[in-house]
């Protein structure tokens, strides 16, 4: 069974930085590409940013200059290193990862979601 396990939210000031992780674990035959998504209140689900196996990375606008993703393949493990957090990057973060287990189909799998609060 797969599970993508997420941590490193919390409060912070504005200006501020957070690290998100992203660990995916189970019986695995190869991890495509990962990203991140958030979900502020009332709002839609947006992405925020994904990075292939092959390292080939994608922003949204709105955090380019602030937001670096990377992954480690050796762990099976995505990050989302956040800078100067503004109070509109507030929402539910969520780990998303394209996954072939062995025997089954690749799959889209996601986190259960870490929030990130960037308050003064």
């Known amino acids: 069974q797969v599970q993508l396990v997420e941590s490193g939210g919390g409060l912070v000031q504005p200006g501020g930085s957070l690290r998100l992780s992203c660990t995916v674990s189970?019986?695995?035959?190869?991890?495509?590409?990962m990203g991140w998504y958030r979900q502020a209140p009332g709002k839609q689900r947006e992405l925020v940013a994904t990075?292939?196996?092959?390292?080939?990375?994608n922003y949204v606008d709105s955090v380019k200059g602030r937001f670096t993703i990377s992954r480690d393949n050796a762990k099976n493990t995505v990050y989302l290193q956040m800078n100067n957090l503004k109070p509109e990057d507030t929402a539910v973060y969520y780990c998303?990862?394209?996954?072939?287990?062995?025997?089954?189909?690749?799959?889209?799998?996601w986190g259960q979601g870490t929030q990130v609060i960037v308050s003064s």
């Open positions: 998303n990862a394209e996954i072939r287990p062995i025997g089954v189909p690749t799959t889209n799998y």
């Open positions: 189970g019986t695995i035959f190869a991890i495509y590409t």
């Open positions: 990075i292939t196996k092959s390292l080939n990375t």
